[in-house]
């Protein structure tokens, strides 16, 4: 195993979602669209929907959460930046967004600069999971076994180039193993194919997951963040089985299309903080894991910058390019 050295890494967040838009009504006539580039699964999809009718009263009227997942978070992000700069249409977005510069060669809009960027929420906790039939309890089992069959364990990720990819790539290049990638189309399928046995590992957000771990269905050898997670007490970090230098955090943000005026920026950012604010918002919150930090609209902006920069730097060590 390699000396370690750290690598703090916001990761986007993972969510339990349903694949089709479900609407949350308050008093009000003013409808506010909010788009998720993610599947059915996704770390950002189960906080959104937590949140929802709280975000329904700030917002003044009905909340519509739409799914439009593809390309690792091209698709949804794709149709954000094609709307209205009026606030009705938003989006909440992870990780991936900062990501797309460095991993495809041509992308049809501009992360930075065809997006208002409203406020990073906060983070969330990354989990390695593997399926039960694994035969490893802990990390140091797991590599041990990925390095007596480097060909005959492989892992899963939401997507070539997405953060879940990369936080993997991580890990291995971490503790100096090998493993085969398969990549899926999205969160959802994913998990499936980890509690079907199809694929050995991945790393996931833990709101995305949490209840198969409770149910066993999938088993935890340890989670990226600093400290333990005060939702799921009982996995251990890496820092403590031996991988100090493997850190990775999930955040999540809410952005607009370019050009939002200042007054929306001003009003949706007050919404999804008073919503955030709300009891069973912090509590659903705290379940998950999730650490809600909502930043001005200014740090979001400097934070996405910097977030690209830094990206860059894996994707290249991690040999990441796509079409």
Known sequence: MKSSHRRVVCVSLGIIALAVALPSFAQGDRLTKLILPFAAGSGVDVITRASSKSLAGALGGAVVIENQPGAGGIVGTSALVKSAPDGATLSVVSNNHVIYPSVYKS????????????????TTPMVLVVNPKVPAQNSKELIALLRAKPDAINYASSGNGTILHLAAEMFLDEAGVKAKHIPYKGVGPMVTDLIGGQVDFGVLALPAIQAHLKSGALRAIGTSSKARIAAAPEIPT?????????????????????????????????????????NEVKEAMNKQGNNIAISTPEAAASSFKSETEKYAKLVKKAGVKLD
């Open 238 to 278: 890496f820092a403590e089985q031996g991988l100090p230098g493997y850190l990775v955090e999930g955040w999540f943000a809410v952005i607009g299309p370019k050009n939002l005026p200042a007054a929306e920026v001003k009003r949706v950012h007050a919404a999804f903080s008073t919503a955030f604010a709300a």
């Open 107 to 122: 992308l049809p809009f501009d992360p930075i600069n065809d997006i208002t960027p409203i406020a990073i929420m906060g």
